[in-house]
């Protein structure tokens, strides 16, 4: 096949030239990431828009009315803070309602316990369950018990969640609560409480979403507190017979819609190619969902609306979507990347902020191992906000963690999490425990990553690990 | 008058004998306080008897079941402890049952709060009430309102408590809590909520006890916690228009018949003059009783016992006195002063621990000031345990408070009270808040101070001031 040289020799030039401006870019990029980090720093708007949401809407259940505050609420935020588009996707949500919790020992040392139901539990016959108390320190070894231990009994799971700055702890003790009523009722037992998912010494239960399955009987789940685990444990030492009284009303009252609502500020040269930045709108119903996800709602709104406020778009499309029914099993995440299947291949990365209000420490990402070093040098101007560069197996946070899987590179910007199951889940998730400094340092380093992606010339793809 | 030398030769004898014992003693005193302080440091008795008390017992409201289950207790672990009398003394209190508190801002962000009955209250009507809020910035602020600001309002009084070592910021803002309830109603208010006097941040209110003035109309009295208040005060710059819904169920069910439960350790050679050391045996509902008053029950406990174990009784009968019914307005204290008031010119001192389980940093004393050197001296062997002299304006404690209106010389062991208000009257009073060795450490000082005070020569009255 005949070829000229022509094309040979314009492709070298604009090579070059690409090689030229992608050079000068780089000085703009670094530049324009320096100042939207000092901008982010210097504004209280992350802390404006977290207080907003928790002191006029608080806690907003998916699936509650509340929840559908929380959706007005997020339309008219976004809509006031220059975005270029805004709106919405509906989501179906399964509704569960509280009802009320009670426990008590009834013996050998009659007290009244603090616990809270978990997520999407059952009820209790209404007069309540009065049974034996079985212990385990783990639900590995509630699943090694013999039925005969358990049969008739309250499982008792009585597993300590670890501190550590990345929160790991949690996934060590988490199976408890999620599997735990599945492992108990297998075995017989009439209901299960679990020691709370938490680190702290607070006199609050951490609820949390629980898991049945089909085929195996649906018992009632509810969490203690730390410190009434600790009782129940010392009765134990004294008396193996501890009786406890359990009442739980939680309702599953069918279906509701919720909305993932999504903000836009469209790209300049790459429209159809996506930045995702994300964080979920739906919380717990008994703390105002300051840290979870309130915090992660304002620092990628902030983002977003910095970037809107930049002299020029940047190439790619930032989206910001603010998800609907995390806590009830990642909906809204999922709902996404269904609704969103013909675009996925355009998603050029995804993150969320789902861990509070820490400061963010590290940068890792989830790209082809040979763009790692090149996405690296490219972000090296958030190392001057405090953020190191990380590893390349991240997550990405729970409701962009299915995307890897259809080949969207992630990133997760790590936060100090030290006490963030100190709160997690409990009525003491509020406002006072985010400190207005650390949220701006998570909206500067969301700024400054969801700009430099949108700029990025770097081929993040094919995925070297698919998950993490 | 003719007078022989012989009386006045055998005068200075003895003097100088006296002398010479006195030195002798001084040392055999300072090795024994040196003895106890290593035997208290050493042992777990302190941890292990708030332990029994919080796990056996727990919440033991005065004048409820579990308080009578708490006198039994008492009798028996101070049975258990080598003492050499145990007794107990008939107290009236009053019974009063808590009932349900339900608080909810109505508009113009609906949402739940978090609340507590204050002790004492009168309940609200069934339906509850429904009222905008009037909010000051402290009791005195409420005082200075016109009646037309609080007509037909609910009262909300936002007085931060500021944290000290000491504690003092406590009696910054009692007021509000204490006495809040009659200023409101001289103006015309519905009922009164308060911010939680307490220095947490967790979403807990401190109850605690307030009053009502012959005359005035007894309103509703509730305390919300500070993450409530916060949002409360967040609410009020959006919109001075809050309304507020609140529900108590309180009840005062007349009178009942507690104990202050007493053991002694008799003198050698005098059994009639008397060291008291006090803790008080009741607790608020809400938490089990750890800081507030377990730890000094198992404090003061643990003193004694230590007292009792020694070869020789010291001089002095060292009395353990727990009282009944402090919570409600220190009633077994003063019950205690009536009852004893034949014997109070015998009472060498007093002193009770009620602040906690901090480690004890200084040493009060409220004596004769001709007396306070020689006192401080005596007890210098203290300062081997962290504890430094202090000053001689001691209040020595509330159940002790009167005794010095009655002559009777009372020293105060302070201890860091820090953290004592983060948990004070919630339900985080749990056992996990107290720290073995802090514990063990008052045990030791109590148990030297005890001692000296026992075998003490030194004359402390009379009081040159009667009260702090």
Aim: charged letters at 20%; aromatic letters at 6%.
């Amino acid at each position: 096949m005949k070829s000229s040289p022509l094309p040979l020799l314009f492709t070298l030039f604009f090579t070059g030239l690409v090689g030229c401006q992608s050079t000068t870019t780089a000085d703009t990029n670094q530049n324009v990431s320096a100042q939207l980090q000092q901008k982010a720093l210097e504004s209280s708007l992350a802390y404006d828009i977290v207080e907003s949401l928790t002191v006029e809407v608080g806690p907003r259940l998916a699936g509650s009315e509340k929840d559908l505050i929380a959706v007005q609420w997020a339309e008219n935020k976004l809509n006031s803070l220059g975005f270029d588009k805004v709106y919405k996707e509906a989501v179906k949500v399964p509704v569960w309602q509280r009802g009320e919790a009670k426990a008590s020992i009834v013996s050998p040392f009659a007290q009244p316990l603090v616990i809270t139901a978990l997520g999407g539990s059952v009820g209790t016959p209404e007069e309540g369950i009065n049974a034996p108390i079985v212990r385990f320190e783990s639900l590995e070894a509630l699943k090694l018990a013999e039925p005969s231990q358990v049969l008739g009994k309250i499982v008792f799971i009585d597993h300590i969640t670890p501190r550590f700055k990345t929160g790991k702890g949690y996934s060590i003790t988490v199976g408890g609560r999620s599997r735990g009523a599945i492992a108990a009722a297998e075995k017989g037992a009439l209901a299960i409480v679990i020691r709370s998912i938490g680190t702290d010494h607070d006199r609050m239960a951490h609820t949390g979403m629980m898991r049945y399955q089909e085929g195996v009987e649906k018992i009632p789940a509810a969490a203690m507190s730390n410190p009434d685990a600790d009782l129940i444990a010392l009765m134990l030492k004294r008396d193996p017979n501890v009786i406890l009284h359990l009442k739980l009303t939680p309702k599953n009252l069918g279906y509701a819609t919720s909305y993932n609502v999504i903000a836009e500020v469209t790209g300049s040269s790459k429209p159809d190619e996506i930045v995702l930045i994300g964080a979920h709108l739906d919380s717990w119903d008994e703390g105002t969902g300051a840290i979870d996800d309130g915090a992660g709602v304002a620092i990628v709104t902030t983002a977003g609306h910095l970037i809107s406020q930049l002299p020029q778009r940047p190439a790619r499309t930032v989206r910001v979507v603010l998800y609907a029914a995390e806590e009830l099993g990642l909906i809204g995440g999922k709902s996404y990347a269904k609704a969103h299947q013909h675009e996925l291949d355009k998603h050029y990365i995804a993150a969320e902020s789902d861990f509070g209000a820490g400061y963010i420490y590290q940068l890792d990402f989830n790209v082809a191992d040979s763009a790692f070093a090149a996405i690296q040098a490219h972000t090296a101007s958030m190392q001057a906000n405090g953020v190191a560069m990380g590893n390349n197996q991240a997550s990405g946070g729970p409701d962009v963690s299915m995307l890897p899987n259809h080949g969207v590179p992630v990133a997760s910007l790590r936060q100090d999490g030290t006490d963030y199951f100190d709160y997690h889940h409990t009525p003491n998730d509020t406002l006072d425990k985010i400190d207005p400094k650390a949220l701006a340092q998570n909206a500067a380093a969301y700024a400054q990553f969801a700009y430099l992606m949108a700029q990025s010339e770097i081929e993040l793809r094919p995925l070297t690990s698919k998950t993490k």
